[in-house]
């Protein structure tokens, strides 16, 4: 069970069969039980449903196809589907129904940064500049704020909780 859609749509994550090897992501309708595939593969992660239900995050990697590799936005109704620049390939959680935020995994870089990414539009930005706002995010431990304005994380070298204000 990956979440409610609607009061009346699941999103579902299974196998067509136990040998299968592959993983499908898909919704079903309680009302009249159709389903609808979203994704399909070996390696799929990471599903994240934004706020209203409109949209899917998740990611692939180490697929044998490496197409297949990186983050994904998916709409739940099928219509959609749109994968983010490589250099996009991180952490990610949802600022609003919309709009998601991703720390892009930069093992050399001296700081983190926050990009937004449109899922509408597919409409990238930039929301923070390491040059003027350096901070480190540890293990993973960072949450939006429900008004989707507020970033709070535990920043490694301190281990203080922190609060980085979004631009709008």
């Given at each position: ?11 579902l ?40 239900g ?63 990414v ?51």
């Open positions: 069970f990956g979440g409610w859609i609607s009061d009346d749509v699941m999103l994550s299974g196998r067509d069969s136990l040998d299968d090897r592959e993983q499908v992501l898909f919704t079903v309708s309680l009302l009249d039980g159709g389903r609808v595939e979203l994704a399909r593969g070996e390696r799929l992660r990471g599903g994240l449903l934004s706020p209203e409109l949209w899917l995050a998740y990611f692939v990697a180490l697929d044998q196809d490496p197409a297949q590799n990186g983050v994904w936005l998916v709409s739940t109704d099928g219509s959609e589907r749109h994968k983010l620049g490589r250099d996009l390939f991180g952490a990610y959680q949802w600022r609003d129904s919309h709009r998601l935020l991703v720390i892009p995994f930069q093992p050399e870089a001296e700081s983190h940064e926050i990009w937004e449109d899922a509408d539009t597919g409409q990238v930005r930039q929301l923070s500049d390491p040059e003027l706002t350096p901070f480190n995010i540890a293990n993973g431990d960072w949450t939006v704020s429900p008004d989707g304005r507020y970033v709070a994380f535990v920043e490694s070298g301190d281990r203080n909780i922190w609060l980085l204000r979004l631009p709008d």
